[in-house]
């Protein structure tokens, strides 16, 4: 059995697992990474790297140092070939192509309730759950509780834009989760 975290939980211990790190990635290994992602765009790589290397992007220069935010980071810099000027701006860029690119790129059309969203519904619907989530001051969540939340959200919509009448809160959850990894049980 495998439990995966930030090290921000460390604060939790569970019985029974060997704690491990994964080590930051090296230059090399940030550089095979763009490498392979950019493939076969050689002139994106360049361009990638040649923006990475500026002073201006040592702050992005640190998130590429762990796969997941590399994998932000690249994505953020394959729409535009530009580097946001503000970390937040790379976050919500990167959110955004992870609840848009993730289908198109593979020509998926979902047509669940959660997959009938416009971007902007999506991105309400998870900065509710985050703000729930914060209030309550807790990083761990039960899905009937998600489940509520999404609901409550979902009920506040027009049908037309749902395509249902009721939704059951918990398949649009595991939409989240199967879709965009954003949440993970």
Known sequence: CLLTCRNAAEDY????????EVADFTDEQVQRFAAQWFAP????????????????HKGIRELCKTPLLMTLVCLTFEETLTFPPRRAEL??????????????????KRDDVYGRLS??????????????????????????????QAEQFLA??????????????????????????????
């Open 13 to 20: 211990s569970f019985e029974g697992f060997r704690y491990v």
């Open 41 to 56: 765009e050689t002139a994106s790589v360049k361009a990638f790297l040649d923006a990475l290397a500026q002073d201006a």
């Open 91 to 108: 976050y919500q860029e990167a959110i955004n192509g992870l609840l848009v690119k993730w289908d198109s790129a593979r020509g998926i």
């Open 119 to 148: 971007l902007g519904r999506k991105r309400q619907l998870l900065m509710r759950l985050a703000h729930a989530g914060f209030e309550r001051h807790e990083i761990f969540f039960k899905l009937s509780w998600l489940a509520r």
């Open 156 to 185: 506040g919509l027009p049908a037309s834009e749902t395509g249902v009448r009721e939704v059951d809160g918990a398949k649009v959850i595991k939409m989240i989760e199967a879709q965009h990894g954003l949440l993970v049980e």
